[in-house]
């Protein structure tokens, strides 16, 4: 009973991967490059070579296969790994080639918010496969997870502030939005994986706060006690978006994901409801930050 993992060296697919290794479960890693794959080989995931822009590696890694769990993207690809070639046409060949092998249940990782008018492409690329998902008669399940702690609280804002001693956000970023940390995801990934309850479900997952991407800027600069929160200009992070389009629409998307208004996209989430399906102590911002501002502090005593 083979569960295939497509975006398994990623942080939601590696994480879930795992669990399911470690609950017995027989786990097919489908990568790109088996060098990063050496822990999932470790932990006893069958590794295979596989591409979403490539349909026939999809119809190998999907054969004999009896669940799929899609949990890759190509947010800030470009060119022949653009969104829409990886995230549309290569998660749609996904769909059709775990039909083909007679796949009995597909979880798609969608996020929340995707809806068919949303400001940016990725988001209305997101509801277009899980339409196709519910055209399908494939028995699936939808995951919209709210922004991740790691990429959104920590990657892409307080690491910057610990390690090159500041981070730019775009424009006043007083937005408030919801961050969710992976740990806190990777249990109902599991349940609609092995379980037949969530069949036929979308299940939007979020943590437990909303807080601005300035709020989390200054919890990491107070915890720290270092680092400069600047602010692009939103004038000036437009003109940019501009200028980089041509060359990379990934990071153009980055910016206009900044740019677009809080009332186009709000991003906040009220967890109660999914406490009350789910219920489990939720990683907070607080804890999470504190988490990474010790191993900071570990790393540099480590260096001295
Ligand atoms: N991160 C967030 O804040 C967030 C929020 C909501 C929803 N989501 C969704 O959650 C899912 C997991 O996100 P994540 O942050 O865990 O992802 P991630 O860490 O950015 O990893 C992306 C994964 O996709 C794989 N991938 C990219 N292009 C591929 C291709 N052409 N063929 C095969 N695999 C490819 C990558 O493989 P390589 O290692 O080879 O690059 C990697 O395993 C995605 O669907 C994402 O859209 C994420």
Known sequence: MTILVVGATGLLGRATALALLKDGKRVRAMVRDRARAADLAQAGAEIVEGDLTDPASLERACKGAFRVFAAAHSLLGRGRYSSAQVDHVGHSALIAAALGAGVERFVYTSALGAREDHPIDFFRT?????????????????????????????????????????????????????????????????????????????????????LSNHDVALMYQVRARQGKVRHLPLGVARTLATLVRPFHEGVARVLDIGLVSDDQWPEEFDPRELLAEFPRKQTTVDQFIDERVREWRRSRVGKR
Request: aromatic share 8%; charged share 25%.
């Open 126 to 210: 997101k509801f277009e496969i899980e339409e196709v998902l519910r055209e399908s008669s494939v028995p699936f399940t939808i995951l919209r997870p709210s922004a991740f702690m790691e990429c959104h609280v920590h990657r892409f804002n307080g690491q910057m502030l610990l390690d090159k001693g500041g981070t730019f956000l775009i424009g006043p970023a007083t937005k408030p939005r919801n961050f969710v940390a992976v740990r806190d995801i990777v249990p109902i990934a599991v349940e609609a994986l092995v379980t037949d309850i969530l069949v036929g479900r979308t299940i939007e997952i979020g943590g437990p706060d909303n």
